[in-house]
């Protein structure tokens, strides 16, 4: 069983920094890759950031530099590190796990950045 819980979104001003938290039930290292996803109103859920067991990164094009994704093994969590947000940021975030060809979701945390 593997559970995610997110943690560390709200209300912030354009040009604010936010630090998402997602924890997992568990070792994260038996993930293939974690990483993390937004969906904004009435839109798909995209592709923010992933980080393998290995530590590689990879970014949504348009968010590479604002926006850093980590882990912490000993904690079992990963985080997003987000700056320079913007109104377009506005979305509920969640964290991903792939884990034996499956993925797993957490219930999501709602970043909205406005003034």
């Known amino acids: 069983q593997v559970q995610l819980v997110e943690s560390g979104g709200g209300l912030v001003q354009p040009g604010g920094s936010l630090r998402l938290s997602c924890a997992a039930s568990g070792s994260i290292v038996r993930f293939s890759a974690m990483g993390w996803y937004r969906q904004a109103p009435g839109k798909q859920r995209e592709l923010v950031a992933t980080i393998t067991s290995g530590g590689i990164t990879n970014y949504a094009a348009s968010l590479k530099g604002r926006f850093t994704i980590s882990r912490d093994n000993a904690k079992n969590t990963v985080y997003l590190q987000m700056n320079s947000l913007k109104p377009e940021d506005t979305g509920v975030y969640y964290c991903?796990?792939?884990?034996?060809?499956?993925?797993?979701w957490g219930q999501g945390t709602q970043v909205t950045v406005s003034s």
């Open positions: 991903n796990a792939y884990y034996y060809n499956n993925d797993y």
